[in-house]
């Protein structure tokens, strides 16, 4: 069905000796959303990766991709699978269109067009035929991302994909996986220490702390709901008067916070000059993914 998760973690616990590196994680990754996986330095995000595809054993628990068990049905699975786990190994001496040709003879049913298909989704079209040590670690990136969806995966894993790469190849490569969601219906599941472009980038994010699920968020969701409404701070000399007076607000020191309309800023100001209340300033304030995230995580490091 359309609505069934493209991945479902059930339980999913990695031991090793005595120490759970991931425990008892569940987890359902909707189809055709880019999905963000974040967590402090030793989380266990690589290591929930490797058992998404295969490359470490699961203690306990299953992971099954597209109704699959990674245990039970290994192959049918993983064809539903594309990946990036750590930088994309390609022939530096060969094009990018030669490394494409070598990976589509691999596999059954990639044809020439495709092949032309996935050049022009990643925006390699001018360079295809330059040899692959001539490429910006931004251009590799790409052409692994057309390596990976050759085989039209419903399922898209990359870890950590920004890597060493510059702003503007973080912004490229934020959009070409925007634009696999919507054009090819690929679900991409990515994981990173960059907060920032995983909120740019991202319709819904899990937080992983110590091995352990805490948090999984709609992004999407935050967004739409609040796109009318600015999270509003009053600088006041008279807080705990102001307060009463805002439905909703929280007071931090002399700055009373409210979400209100825009609209509805300018009347909650005149409302409190006559009240004979002073307001020394308005600011919106925003609350970005950075800090939810420092807040749930009790300020761990990110990475």
Known sequence: MQHEP???LEGVTKR????????????????GQVFGFLGPNGAGKTTTIRMMVGLTSISQGDIKICGFSIKDHFEQAVANVGAIVENPEMYKFLTGYQNLRHFARMMTGITEERIQEVIQLVGLGNR????????SLGMRQRLGVAQAILHRPKLLILDE??????PQGIRELRNYLRQLCHEEGTTV???????????????????IQNGRLIDVRSLKESREKHADAVATGFIVDEPAHALQMMEG???????????LARDEIAEMNARLVQAGIKVYGIQAVTRSLEEQFLEMTGGDPIG
């Open 6 to 8: 493209v991945v479902r």
């Open 16 to 31: 090793v000796s005595s120490k759970n590196l991931v425990e008892n994680v569940t987890l359902d990754i909707p189809p």
């Open 128 to 135: 295809i035929h330059d040899k692959v040590r001539t490429y």
């Open 161 to 166: 994909p920004t890597n060493g790469l510059d």
């Open 189 to 207: 599941f990515v994981s990173s220490h960059l907060l920032a472009e995983m909120e740019l980038m991202c319709d819904s994010v899990a937080i």
């Open 249 to 259: 607000g929280v007071q931090e020191g002399n700055m009373i916070i409210v979400r």
